[in-house]
């Protein structure tokens, strides 16, 4: 399960971006933007009656300027505006991966998007392992996801 969740993030990432950002991705920039600082990062959390979690973007290299940039086609997007695209961009993307968590036809709740500051991640980091983990690389930066499904445990995975 785990690879086909992680190949839906992935997807859903990919067209998202391309389609409302016109941000393409360049796998070969993959080692020179290996080490990058943190820019910003947003999480959404979802919940239906079977299961609850969140979706986790982080963003390097200039990619959070370049979502809201883009999305809004405004080239000096305010602070606030580049923590709403990113927001949007992740409940966009939330909203195509989970209902492949849960198979057709349940209803589940996603509620707003929040941006998080640095302590607010050490504090996720300490909250387990992801359900799937993916990085991108895009022509104007990179982009880390994580989906997070409470109760998971890879080690309940069939290999």
Known sequence: MKKQIENVLKESTIITLEDLCFIYQMPELKDAQENLPLEAA????????????????????????????????????????????????????????????????????????RSLNKDDLLKEEKQGKPMAEITLNFNDGRADIKLFVDGYSATKEKK
């Open 42 to 113: 947003a999480e959404v959390k979802y919940r239906s009656d079977d299961f609850t979690g969140k979706l986790l973007i982080e963003t390097r290299g200039g990619l959070f300027s370049a979502i809201a940039t883009n999305i809004l086609s405004n080239d000096d997007p305010s602070t606030q505006q580049k923590k709403d695209a990113l927001g949007e961009i992740a409940n966009i993307i939330c909203g195509n991966v989970v209902p492949s968590l849960g198979g057709g036809g349940r209803e589940y709740k996603i509620e707003p998007p």
